[in-house]
Each structure stands twice: as structure tokens, then as C-alpha cells.
């Protein structure tokens, strides 16, 4: 049992960890690594010593099920950076037609290329999932390179609303940044509900069009969050637009269960991936320039995992891919309609 008052005390020395990091030069990503595990202890105090005790081993990486998606053609949004590149690099060695989507051009043609290289079906199409345009033009690539389309990875998001080509300048950029509701502005508001809320929307419209047309089914997974779930605090766009993805999911799958389409969302906590590295780094930055409310208010986020493990590690991007393709394959044809909690 995790102890009330170790769970205050931990409160209070979140905001001292990331405000005792906060003036630390630019951190190298080992740095950034430890800040992290040290964000985690500062919530979860280490335990009594337990006989026995063993971490959960994260799937590899580079592990992949041969054959699973052969000839199918899977739909990758958000596939530049962490999950999205993972899943598009996992879908392809396991037989997919991948069409990757992203509007960092460079970064999301270099996953694609990379996929071509080792000798898998991928192709790329640049553009912002919330603008319909772009949505219909990669449902169109998807029909036009591959005959059709079969699943699709609705994995595109932002937590602020500097875009993530941009280096981070806070002084400039501060009224872009995840605040309270009181100190939030419009632009940060605007942004990240435009790209999670209106951006997953759009995509579905587009993809279940085609999987009507099709008339051959479907699978869409969407990635929302704990915060979707239970909340965060400090971080108002995110959190309604995530629950407005969890609602999407709700709402899908009931209306196109009868074409055999299935819909269901991942809901990820502690997850290292560079978009959370980078909300970190805003975090730090907001402490130094003399915010009080640093934190992200993790009170209700801590998993089991996180909880048990000896290094309170989060999840890896590898095990969150894993369970969204998982759900995106034929091995979950009774599942549909679900907020999977994923962390």
C-alpha cells in the first residue's frame, strides 16, 4: 500500500526536483534521462527491500511478429518521432503497406526511406493532420499507391503549441506553452485542440469514408492519454482535447461496429518519447523564469508498472506500439469501442 502522507511528501518534491534542474545547462539526453527517473522517485519513495523483487523485462525494440499485416496497407500519422516512427518501422517488417504522415517533412521522409531501404513498401505524405486536405490527400496515396486502405494509426499530437521543428526559445515562445487556465492564452488553447481534437477527427472522417467505400471493414486505433482518462494538471488543451479522442473512439465504434470497422484508443502515461522529453524541458524552463506551478500535477497518473519497478521506470515506446498494433490486427476482432489504459 502506498502511504497518504508519503504521497503529499512526494507532491512537494516534484516541484523541488524540477525546480532544483531548472537552471542546469542545456541537458544532453542522459541528463534529461535521469531527470526524469529522478521526477518519478520524487512521486513514488522507494519501498522496503523485497525478496525476490524483479523489474518487467520492456519488449526489444526491434521486435516484430513476421506476416502479421502481409498485404494489408496501415495509415501512420505522427510517424516522424518516437511511437509513430516505431510503429511504421514495426508495421512494415511485419508486412504492412505503410503510408506515413507528418509535417516535419525531413524527419518523417527519413523514417520512410529507411523503411524502403531495408527493403519494405512505404511511402510518405507531408502535411497537418488538421487541415482536411491533408487527411484526404493520405487516405488518396494510401488508394492510389496500394489499392486500399485497411487500419490506420491516428498517432499525431502535441502537448503545446510550438511547432516541433522549432527550437525552444521559452522567452519567445511562453505564451505557447502548457499553463493553468487562468495564465493559458487562446494560441496555446487553439493549437493543441486544432491538432489532437479536430486533427483525430478529421483523419477518421477520412479513413471510415473509405472503409465504407471498401466495404471490407477496418480497424482505427487513436492515441489519447491517461490524461483523457483521469487528468493532468497544468495542461487544460491537452486534457480535453485527449478526452475529446477517447470520445471519438466511443462514438465511432458504435456507429460502425455493423460495417465491421473497429475503433479503440491507447491511453499512455509515463512514456519517453520526445515529445514528453520536450514538455519536460518547457517545464523546467516555466520554473526558472519564476512559475510556481511547475509540475505537471501527476497525482493520478502512476501505473503499476511504475509503481513496482526498482529504476520507477514509464513505459517505452516499443511496449506502447506493441498494444496498438496488437489492436490494429486481426487478433483483436472482439475488441472494439475501448479506452485501453495503457501504462
Same mark, same amino acid.
Given at each position: 500500500?502506498?502511504?497518504?502522507? !508519503?504521497?503529499?511528501?512526494?507532491?512537494?518534491? %516534484?516541484?523541488?526536483?524540477?525546480?532544483?534542474?531548472?537552471?542546469?545547462?542545456?541537458?544532453? =539526453?542522459?541528463?534529461? $534521462?535521469? #531527470?526524469?527517473?529522478?521526477?518519478?522517485?520524487?512521486?513514488?519513495?522507494?519501498?522496503?527491500? /523485497?525478496? *525476490?523483487?524483479?523489474?518487467?523485462?520492456?519488449?526489444?525494440?526491434?521486435?516484430?511478429?513476421?506476416?502479421?499485416?502481409?498485404?494489408?496497407?496501415?495509415?501512420?500519422? =505522427?510517424?516522424?518521432?518516437?511511437?509513430?516512427?516505431?510503429?511504421?518501422?514495426?508495421?512494415?517488417? $511485419? +508486412?504492412?503497406?505503410? &503510408?506515413?504522415?507528418?509535417?516535419?517533412? $525531413? $524527419?518523417?521522409?527519413?523514417? /520512410?526511406?529507411? %523503411?524502403?531501404?531495408? *527493403?519494405?513498401?512505404?511511402?510518405?505524405?507531408?502535411?497537418?493532420?488538421?487541415?482536411? #486536405?491533408?487527411?484526404?490527400?493520405?487516405?488518396?496515396?494510401? &488508394? #492510389?499507391?496500394?489499392? *486500399?486502405?485497411?487500419?490506420?494509426?491516428?498517432?499525431? +499530437?502535441?502537448? #503545446?503549441?510550438?511547432?516541433? +521543428?522549432?527550437? %525552444?526559445?521559452?522567452?519567445?515562445?511562453?505564451?505557447?506553452?502548457?499553463?493553468?487556465?487562468?495564465?493559458?492564452?487562446?494560441?496555446?488553447?487553439?493549437?493543441?485542440?486544432?491538432?489532437?481534437?479536430?486533427?483525430?477527427?478529421?483523419?477518421?472522417?477520412?479513413?471510415?469514408?473509405?472503409?465504407?467505400?471498401?466495404?471490407?471493414?477496418?480497424? /482505427?486505433?487513436?492515441?489519447?492519454?491517461?490524461?483523457?482518462?483521469? *487528468?493532468?494538471?497544468?495542461?487544460?488543451?491537452?486534457?480535453?482535447?485527449?478526452?475529446?479522442? !477517447?470520445?471519438?473512439?466511443?462514438?465511432?465504434? /458504435?456507429?460502425?461496429?455493423?460495417?465491421?470497422?473497429?475503433?479503440?484508443?491507447?491511453?499512455?502515461?509515463?512514456?519517453?518519447?520526445?515529445?514528453?522529453?520536450?514538455?519536460?524541458?518547457?517545464?523546467?524552463?516555466?520554473?526558472?523564469? =519564476?512559475?510556481?506551478?511547475?509540475? %505537471?500535477?501527476?497525482?493520478?497518473?502512476?501505473?503499476?508498472?511504475?509503481?513496482?519497478?526498482?529504476?520507477?521506470?514509464?513505459?517505452?515506446?516499443?511496449?506502447?506500439?506493441?498494444?496498438?498494433?496488437?489492436?490494429?490486427?486481426?487478433?483483436?476482432? !472482439?475488441?472494439? =469501442?475501448?479506452?485501453?489504459?495503457?501504462?
Amino acid at each position: 500500500m502506498v502511504d497518504r502522507r !508519503n504521497v503529499i511528501a512526494g507532491v512537494g518534491a %516534484i516541484a523541488a526536483t524540477v525546480a532544483g534542474t531548472a537552471s542546469a545547462a542545456d541537458a544532453s =539526453g542522459v541528463q534529461l $534521462e535521469l #531527470d526524469l527517473r529522478d521526477y518519478a522517485t520524487a512521486w513514488n519513495p522507494p519501498d522496503p527491500v /523485497i525478496a *525476490g523483487r524483479q523489474n518487467i523485462v520492456p519488449v526489444p525494440e526491434d521486435y516484430f511478429m513476421p506476416g502479421r499485416f502481409a498485404g494489408k496497407t496501415a495509415l501512420v500519422t =505522427g510517424c516522424a518521432r518516437g511511437m509513430g516512427r516505431l510503429a511504421c518501422i514495426r508495421l512494415a517488417r $511485419e +508486412g504492412a503497406n505503410v &503510408v506515413g504522415v507528418d509535417w516535419l517533412a $525531413e $524527419e518523417g521522409k527519413a523514417v /520512410i526511406d529507411g %523503411i524502403v531501404k531495408e *527493403g519494405g513498401k512505404a511511402i510518405f505524405v507531408q502535411g497537418d493532420i488538421s487541415e482536411d #486536405d491533408v487527411c484526404k490527400a493520405m487516405v488518396k496515396a494510401a &488508394v #492510389d499507391t496500394y489499392g *486500399g486502405l485497411d487500419c490506420a494509426l491516428n498517432n499525431a +499530437g502535441v502537448m #503545446d503549441a510550438i511547432f516541433p +521543428g522549432d527550437p %525552444i526559445d521559452y522567452e519567445k515562445q511562453k505564451d505557447l506553452v502548457m499553463s493553468r487556465i487562468d495564465e493559458a492564452t487562446d494560441a496555446y488553447w487553439d493549437v493543441v485542440m486544432r491538432v489532437n481534437a479536430t486533427g483525430t477527427f478529421r483523419s477518421m472522417r477520412a479513413e471510415l469514408k473509405q472503409f465504407l467505400k471498401q466495404q471490407r471493414g477496418g480497424a /482505427i486505433v487513436n492515441v489519447a492519454s491517461v490524461a483523457g482518462l483521469r *487528468g493532468f494538471g497544468g495542461t487544460p488543451s491537452y486534457v480535453a482535447s485527449k478526452h475529446a479522442v !477517447n470520445g471519438l473512439t466511443k462514438n465511432a465504434a /458504435i456507429d460502425y461496429a455493423p460495417f465491421g470497422i473497429r475503433v479503440n484508443s491507447v491511453c499512455m502515461g509515463t512514456t519517453i518519447t520526445p515529445m514528453y522529453e520536450r514538455a519536460f524541458k518547457l517545464l523546467r524552463e516555466r520554473a526558472a523564469s =519564476g512559475f510556481k506551478d511547475t509540475g %505537471i500535477g501527476m497525482l493520478k497518473i502512476d501505473s503499476l508498472l511504475q509503481w513496482s519497478n526498482q529504476e520507477k521506470r514509464g513505459s517505452t515506446a516499443a511496449e506502447q506500439v506493441a498494444m496498438m498494433l496488437f489492436l490494429l490486427s486481426p487478433e483483436s476482432s !472482439n475488441l472494439t =469501442g475501448a479506452n485501453f489504459a495503457t501504462y
